[in-house]
């Protein structure tokens, strides 16, 4: 079980995405009010280019601050996340976005008011990072069908469609285009070390992969990836895969799972588009993925016994 302790009261550092933030400026005043209710003071930055997170955060870490609390989606909690792994300080977070998966593994309440409560009134956890080619992830990355479904739907959504209708748009022309990724892999575990596969799934800890609880982590400080693939998988197939999760019919026939401390993917390409934590990279071949075991301290609710930071 990671070592639970109280949030330093002394000094908080709100960290924000500025695309997330109202510009009535309502969501300062209800940090500034509540920090004042737990008698303490909260400097507020806020990143007008989501490119700043990771700036602001590291000069936030170097002061005197002990508690760094990323306010975005998940993609922004994770840059704010890279300056503060390894350091004394602890990540907040303040679930801002659409999915949350982070918070939501971490019982963090997904309320504003209650999840800046947490920030100033929780304890701190140690959890797992992973991390490939130098950069962070809290949640998961990916390669192959995922980062060429978020390419485009970026470019649907510049073009004007909405959210859900870029996703579906996208979605068709994945599948349409569906190519295999010819993956070479080595790791510190036994088993297939070439494959073709229309995706490479690698999370942060193991995922729940059916029933109800399907796409959540029970605990994130296991100290190992866990790493997804589903070799020659046609399209038709990829569609029943996620039906049979749903309904909690999922085998082990359908896909083929693997945990690993670290390991080294190759392909035909010098460059690859990966996914990390919704983010799309362009990263130099070969992939270099690593757990980095209770690198990050997490303020999480001060009653949440059982919570995805402990086992």
Known sequence: MSVAESADPAEFDFVLNGARVPPD???EERIHRIAADH????????????????????????????????????????AVASAVAGTDSALGVLPLGTLN???????IPLD???????????????????????????????????PRLVHLREKQEQ??????????????????????????????????TQFDTPFLFVGNNRYEISGLHVGSRASLDGGALWVCTAPRAAPGTLLAIGVRALVNRLGTADIEMFGAKEMTISTRHRHLE?????????LDAPLRYRIRPKALRVVVPAQAPGSAGES
Do not use: C
């Open 159 to 192: 073009r004007g469609s909405s959210k859900w209708i870029a996703f579906a748009r996208s979605l068709v022309a994945v599948m349409r285009h569906h190519s295999q990724v010819r993956i070479s892999l080595s790791s510190d575990e036994p088993g297939k």
């Open 39 to 78: 008698g303490v003071e909260a400097r507020i930055h806020i990143a007008r280019h989501g490119s700043d997170l990771a700036s602001l955060a590291s000069r936030a870490t170097k002061g005197p601050s002990r508690t760094i609390v990323a306010g975005g989606g998940d993609g922004s909690v994770s």
């Open 25 to 27: 400026g309502t969501l």
């Open 101 to 107: 998966h982070f918070a939501k593994d971490l019982k």
């Open 274 to 282: 990966v996914s990390a934590d919704g983010e799309v990279l362009s």
């Open 112 to 146: 504003i008011d209650e999840a800046i409560r947490t920030a100033f009134g929780g304890r701190v956890i140690q959890v797992d990072v992973g991390e490939v080619n130098g950069r962070i992830f809290l949640n998961n990355s990916s390669l192959g069908l995922y």
